[in-house]
């Protein structure tokens, strides 16, 4: 069965702070696509990057940055120098492999993040 | 290019009471899932759907129905309504078939639901 943890329920940073949002995985699939999403207070959820269980490669997208490691199952998301427009409910997603495009996705229980001025 | 739309944003019924909510997904976009999220809690998946038929159905029970039309939009039936119902309910759309296998789902901004 997939399962996803985010242990952090709220966190609460200062302005040009950097923060970790951390992500723990279960699967029993070799195949697996991980995902990260924001939550803003508008609802919709916003897509930020998805990961194939093959790559193992960190990225970085300007202030945004993603550590996957395979040998712990976390798939963690970094925020350089935080700005208040950071401030969301932050989502990690696994989606196992399947005869077809499979949109039974597992979501965490998110992450609040709060970036105070 | 507009993204996924919902109606209504919101909606207030009273336990017992069936309701329909309805997306029209992304443009070029032909699978509609469907997403439950309750306050506090990640979205749960309740189903998919493409060419007009459910796929995939998560843990839900039958009071949840839905369908899709041939222009690709999607409904999503509740049927005898139960306090435990009011969430928000996102509509996800994706094509079926992408490049790079998995595609990412693009979300609504949902129907926020609310049983009294």
């Known amino acids: 069965a997939q399962k996803v943890t985010q242990a952090q329920t709220e966190i609460s940073v200062v302005e040009k702070e950097d923060v970790t949002l951390d992500c723990v995985y279960e699967t029993r699939d070799t195949t697996y696509y991980l995902f990260w999403y924001k939550q803003p207070p508008s609802g919709e959820l916003v897509f930020l990057i998805r990961?194939?269980?093959?790559?193992?490669q960190n990225e970085i997208s300007g202030r945004y940055s993603w550590n996957f490691q395979k040998s712990t199952s976390s798939f963690n998301f970094t925020i350089t120098a935080s700005q208040v427009v950071d401030s969301a409910v932050y989502f990690c997603?696994?989606?196992?492999?399947?005869?077809?495009?499979?949109?039974?996705?597992?979501f965490g229980a998110g992450t609040r993040l709060t970036v105070k001025p | 290019d507009a993204g996924v739309t919902q109606s209504p944003t919101h909606l207030i019924k009273t336990r017992g009471q069936q309701v329909t909510l309805r997306c029209s997904p992304k443009s070029g976009h032909d699978t509609v899932s469907w997403y439950q999220q309750a306050l506090g809690q990640g979205p749960q998946f309740i189903f998919q759907?493409?060419?007009?038929?459910?796929?995939q159905r998560g843990n839900f029970p039958d009071r949840f129905s839905g369908h899709q039309f041939p222009n690709y939009s999607s409904e999503l039936n509740v049927n005898a309504l139960l306090l435990g119902d009011s969430a928000l309910y996102l509509c996800?759309?994706?094509?079926?078939?992408?490049?790079?296998?998995?595609?990412?789902?693009?979300f609504g901004s949902g129907t926020q639901l609310s049983v009294l």
């Open positions: 997603a696994l989606s196992e492999k399947g005869s077809m495009n499979n949109n039974d996705m597992r």
């Open positions: 759907y493409y060419e007009e038929e459910e796929r």
């Open positions: 996800a759309s994706s094509p079926m078939w992408g490049a790079q296998g998995f595609e990412k789902l693009f």
């Open positions: 990961r194939n269980s093959f790559d193992e």
